[in-house]
């Protein structure tokens, strides 16, 4: 078993996903018609032994509070692991905007008293695959107090605008922690992952506590950069990094390719989710997908092409989907056509209704919206 408490967390207000984040947290956002973004972050804690996690929640954790339950679907035994869901409120204001610094300290008794030596803080709009036992025995051999994850990326001009990036020195030192702005081609991308021991991030926490009540994690850690040993360790894997509503549809259609498919199609590395027990999707008046992710229960009498169907989803006949992101429990009528759209759930398409967004800006339809 890996030796750390798992601590799955928000990002700071730069993360806002127009629109989507009206009806829900960024971790319970849909992903490929059956997951949520969560299950990701779950899914590397757990196969990497780590049955110990906290998932801090900033708004309304309803449909998250249903979709984790008790966490036996993530591999994770009751009897000796634990996880915990930990909404975040904010007296007068927004929880969107509240610290987790603040979360923290709030809940800095219950990371002090697990059994755990290390924590694990990793986001919950970054996904990729890793092994955090591995990580965790890189961290502990090279002697430093806090280790960020990384991946060194060449197209910082146009994408991950506004995320962490790193300035290192040639050991892998973090020099500091800047916002990328689009200026440089190459740059070291944070993956906003840390590993410590729990009395250095108790010490953080305070520290920051005392420094400012508008401090985030990544802000004291960018001030320790002079006196601490803050390393960083190199990710080689593919990234998919959800910052916005255009990478969200970005990040999505990516898993269209087989090569990207493989990401979540590893049998020795699972991603796991909460399942659903409804029948197979079926095709009826001609209907067709192709190049498709189509979920169980849906019932398709147009042509999709090039999309992703949630669960329960209804396309009515002559319908035409194409490069579409199409949320569980969507009826689209007879006629319809959609091209780069993301419709959320329980919307409902009129009759013979021409919708089309654009590749670099998709067209957002809201939640149980009758368009």
Same mark, same amino acid.
């Given at each position: 078993?890996? @030796?750390?408490?798992?601590?799955?967390?928000?990002?700071?207000?730069?993360?806002?996903?127009?629109?989507?984040?009206?009806?829900?947290?960024?971790?319970?956002?849909?992903?490929?018609?059956?997951?949520?973004?969560?299950?990701?972050?779950?899914?590397?804690?757990?196969?990497?032994? !780590?049955?110990?996690?906290?998932?801090?929640?900033?708004?309304?954790?309803?449909?998250?509070?249903?979709? !984790?339950?008790?966490?036996?679907?993530?591999?994770?035994?009751?009897?000796? %692991?634990?996880?915990?869901? $930990?909404?975040?409120?904010?007296?007068?204001?927004?929880?969107?905007?509240?610290?987790?610094?603040?979360?923290?300290?709030? @809940?800095?008794?219950?990371?002090?008293?697990?059994?755990?030596?290390?924590?694990? &803080?990793?986001?919950?709009?970054?996904?990729?695959?890793?092994?955090?036992? /591995?990580?965790?025995? *890189?961290?502990?051999?090279?002697?430093?107090?806090?280790?960020?994850?990384?991946?060194?990326?060449?197209?910082?001009?146009?994408?991950?605008?506004?995320?962490?990036?790193?300035?290192?020195?040639?050991?892998?030192? $973090?020099?500091?922690?800047?916002?990328?702005?689009?200026?440089?081609?190459?740059?070291?991308?944070?993956?906003?992952?840390?590993?410590?021991? =729990?009395?250095?991030?108790?010490?953080?926490?305070?520290?920051? *506590? /005392?420094?400012?009540?508008?401090?985030?994690?990544?802000?004291?850690?960018?001030?320790?950069?002079?006196?601490?040993?803050?390393? %960083?360790?190199?990710?080689?894997?593919?990234?998919?990094?959800? @910052?916005?509503?255009?990478?969200?549809?970005?990040?999505?259609? *990516?898993?269209?390719?087989?090569?990207?498919?493989?990401?979540?199609?590893?049998?020795?590395?699972? $991603?796991?989710?909460?399942?659903?027990?409804?029948?197979?999707?079926?095709?009826?008046?001609? %209907?067709? +997908?192709?190049?498709?992710?189509?979920?169980?229960?849906?019932?398709?009498? %147009?042509?999709?092409?090039?999309?992703?169907?949630?669960?329960?989803? =209804?396309?009515?006949?002559? +319908?035409? &989907? /194409?490069?579409?992101?199409?949320?569980?429990? $969507?009826?689209? +009528?007879?006629? +319809?056509?959609?091209?780069?759209?993301?419709?959320?759930?329980?919307?409902?398409?009129?009759?013979?209704?021409?919708?089309?967004?654009?590749? /670099?800006?998709?067209?957002?339809?809201?939640?149980?919206?009758?368009?």
């Amino acid at each position: 078993m890996c @030796n750390a408490l798992g601590i799955i967390t928000y990002n700071d207000s730069s993360v806002y996903v127009e629109g989507m984040q009206k009806y829900r947290p960024i971790a319970g956002f849909s992903f490929l018609g059956r997951y949520r973004l969560v299950d990701f972050a779950i899914s590397n804690m757990s196969n990497s032994g !780590i049955d110990d996690i906290q998932i801090y929640v900033n708004g309304n954790p309803r449909s998250l509070i249903d979709h !984790i339950g008790t966490g036996r679907h993530y591999n994770i035994n009751s009897k000796h %692991g634990h996880l915990s869901l $930990v909404p975040v409120y904010s007296e007068g204001g927004t929880s969107h905007f509240t610290t987790d610094i603040s979360c923290y300290a709030e @809940n800095i008794h219950t990371v002090m008293e697990n059994h755990n030596d290390y924590v694990v &803080i990793a986001p919950v709009n970054m996904l990729y695959k890793g092994n955090y036992e /591995e990580l965790l025995k *890189q961290h502990i051999e090279s002697g430093a107090e806090v280790s960020v994850l990384y991946q060194h990326v060449d197209n910082a001009k146009e994408n991950y605008i506004g995320c962490d990036v790193l300035q290192m020195n040639k050991q892998r030192g $973090v020099l500091s922690i800047d916002q990328n702005l689009g200026n440089y081609k190459s740059r070291y991308l944070s993956l906003q992952t840390y590993i410590m021991s =729990k009395e250095i991030f108790k010490t953080l926490v305070e520290e920051a *506590q /005392e420094t400012s009540s508008m401090y985030w994690f990544k802000d004291i850690l960018n001030d320790k950069c002079v006196d601490m040993d803050i390393r %960083g360790l190199n990710y080689r894997g593919h990234i998919y990094v959800i @910052n916005d509503l255009k990478s969200y549809y970005e990040s999505n259609m *990516q898993f269209l390719t087989e090569e990207k498919m493989k990401d979540i199609a590893d049998p020795e590395w699972p $991603v796991y989710t909460r399942t659903s027990d409804s029948a197979p999707a079926i095709y009826l008046n001609g %209907g067709t +997908a192709t190049g498709s992710l189509i979920s169980n229960g849906c019932e398709i009498s %147009g042509v999709v092409k090039n999309s992703i169907v949630g669960r329960s989803c =209804k396309i009515g006949k002559d +319908a035409l &989907i /194409e490069n579409c992101i199409i949320m569980p429990d $969507v009826e689209i +009528a007879d006629g +319809a056509h959609l091209k780069n759209v993301i419709v959320d759930k329980h919307s409902r398409i009129a009759k013979k209704k021409d919708l089309a967004g654009l590749e /670099e800006q998709p067209l957002y339809i809201g939640r149980r919206e009758n368009v």
